[in-house]
């Protein structure tokens, strides 16, 4: 593939809701280019885009795939990200990649979740923004309701360039508004110039005059024509349609099937008209570590390297790959750049340009391009790749926080080792991923959904040969005391030769909330000699981290050292640290103990629409509601809720609010169980532990 300026590149991002069909259109683009003699098919599972075994087996995507297409002397480095929720992560860093969106939308299913959190997305990145209305020719496919939709949803900007020859089974082909030209689609994807069928007049007229007052209303000047009902050729609409989609004040709505295919061609030739170039996107800024400074990134040849590394791809057996979108300089093959996150120099062997799995060596590649190294050896997705006497760094990559958290059981006992190298690897691929281990002792895997952590246990197994399970994780409860006792603790052995004896009498006292743990010595007169109280601290400590009551550790309490009596020659360390834990055991036990659970200060975004349904649920979930916040269109819930009622609520919001709500939540505070629960906890933690 040949080098291109950044005039000629378009880097075009595909978003839209799981099942829109954005894998299929990308593939349906590579056809029309003529780079692929064969069309592959998502039902399939031989696209360009879908070559992960888990894409193929699933028939989903779950990363983003770069697919560059060649068209009429230009480039355009489509990316095509996943629409499920649980791959938000790859859809964000793509946008950090891409200078505008096409947002894919099912003629049948209209504007879905999908389409709505793909459009906030790219609004938060300032981005150009288009729509194309996909599956013309399936069952239930309605235009002018899926137009209505868009409109309604995301205003009235939102504007076709196209209208359909048909819909559903009569879906033939499409008309240019501009030109008011129509096209046939014919077999193989080809499609012709033809009249315009007298069934598609009407609407054609009827929309042409939508557009015509969409455009006039962003130019002073076709503002006057429009108003003095002048004509506005086509040359001043295509001019002024530009201006407009780059700025943001006119999204445009184009058309087809990827499956047939009709309309990638339209597609492509309309991203080269409306779409901003490499070179005309908006410059980004970085900081120059040499003076702390500010710096606007363009994309100039003669500027010095800056690249934005946006996605790592990890594989046991390949390497690490890197894929990176230069912003300004020129990136060349058999030389060093600089990681100006990781302060590090890295050896850069061969640049590639990648389709799909497909790896094309290139000599370099220039500003505006997106490309691929392999083999960096510090290098993350998020840093900076520049020059080392020029360091600059772009502020990175916003991930979203995973919120669904199991735990990770290894099938076959000794691969621990293994799965923690593993999970590391796969971690640098996807950082909305991550993995720790837990105040119970468990590792800890969290992600963004049930399809997320299915899919990495597949990974682990497949890529790793390392077979695990997925638990729920074990609350972190804690015990403690709600009265003072005092305790007596003796041990005695005598078993010929040097006994034992440890003598000590303790008094346990509850603490405030969060203080953890006193120890005072209040010995006189020498009753347990200095050298063994440290040693009756010990104990004390090392029953506290096992629990009494059900296996948790003890918090919140001080034990005071009172009295006691040792033997000249049988007492020892050991006797005084086992007295000392038999008598908080006792005195425990006395002290009228309970079940701590941890608590979470859970903050839930929702549409308004959504919001009794889920102060029901968490009121269910023994929640308690600590107030409410208007943020936009949507309401803030802040609450206290158990963890132990937390840990599918990722799952169980999704549900309720069809994928619109989301919630961060943190540990608050620790507060008693409830007595009916408390007892079951304890007797399930008791059955565990004599198993």
Known sequence: MKRYEASHIRNVALAGHGGSGKTQLAEAML???????????????????????????????????????EWKGHKVNVLDTPGYFDFVGEVQSALQAADAMVCVVCAAS?????????????????????????????????????????????????????????????????????????????????????????????????YLETLKEAVAATDDELTLKYLEEEEITADELRDALARAIRQGQIVPVWLGSALRPVGADALLDGILQYFPSA????????????????????????????????KTVSDPYVGRLTLFRIVSGRLSGDGNVFNANKEREERVGQVYVLR????????????????????????????????????????GIDFPQPNLTLALVPKAKGDEEKIGAALARIQEEDPTLRAEKGQAGQLLVSGLGDLHLEILISRLARKFGVEVDLVPPKVPYRETIRASVKAEGKHKKQTGGRGQYGHVFLELSPLPPGSGFEFEDKI???????????????????????????????????????????????????????AASMAFKKGFAEARPVLLEPVMLVEVTVPERFMGDVIGDLNKKRGRILGMD??????????????????????????????????????????????????????ESRAGQAS
């Not at 280019?33 to 779950?62: F, L």
């Not at 003076?291 to 010095?304: H, I, K, L, Q, S």
């Not at 269109?633 to 069809?658: F, G, K, W």
């Open 31 to 69: 056809f029309a280019t003529g780079a692929v003699s064969r069309m592959g098919r998502v039902d399939e599972g031989n696209t360009a885009s879908d070559w992960d075994p888990e894409e193929t087996k699933r028939r989903i995507s779950i990363s983003t795939s770069l697919i560059p297409c």
């Open 110 to 206: 209209g504007v879905e979740v999908g389409t709505e959190k793909a459009w906030a997305m790219a609004e938060q990145h300032g981005l150009p923004r288009a729509f194309f209305v996909n599956k013309m020719d399936r069952d239930n496919a309605d235009f002018d309701r899926t137009v209505a939709q868009l409109r309604e949803t995301f205003g009235q900007h939102v504007v076709p360039l196209q209208v359909p020859i048909g819909q559903a089974e009569t879906f033939s082909g499409l008309v240019d508004l501009v030109s008011l030209q129509a096209y046939a689609g014919r077999p193989g994807g080809a499609v012709e110039p033809v009249p315009l069928p007298e069934e598609a007049e009407e609407r054609t007229h009827a």
């Open 279 to 310: 070179a005309e996107a908006a410059p980004r800024s970085a900081l120059d570590l040499r003076t702390d400074d500010t710096v606007t990134c363009d994309a100039r040849e003669d500027a010095p390297l800056a690249a934005l590394v946006f």
């Open 356 to 395: 799909g799995k497909e790896q094309m060596s290139v000599p370099e590649l220039g500003p505006g391009d997106i490309g691929a190294v392999n083999k960096l050896q510090v290098t993350a997705t998020g840093d900076t790749l520049c020059r080392k006497d020029r360091p600059l760094k772009f502020s």
């Open 524 to 578: 006189f007169g020498g009753a347990v000699p200095k050298q063994y109280i440290p040693a009756v601290e010990k104990g004390v400590r090392e029953t506290m981290e096992e629990g009494v009551l059900a296996g948790y550790p003890v918090v919140d309490v001080k034990v005071t050292l009172y009295d006691g009596s040792y033997h000249s020659v049988d007492s020892s360390e050991m006797a005084f640290k086992i």
């Open 630 to 683: 208007p943020d936009g269109n949507y309401q803030v819930i802040r609450a206290h809720v158990p963890m132990a009622e937390m840990v599918r609520y990722a799952v169980d919001l999704r549900s309720i609010t069809q994928g619109r709500g989301s919630f961060r939540a943190e540990l608050d505070h620790y507060e008693e169980v409830p007595e009916h629960l408390a007892e079951a906890i304890i007797s």
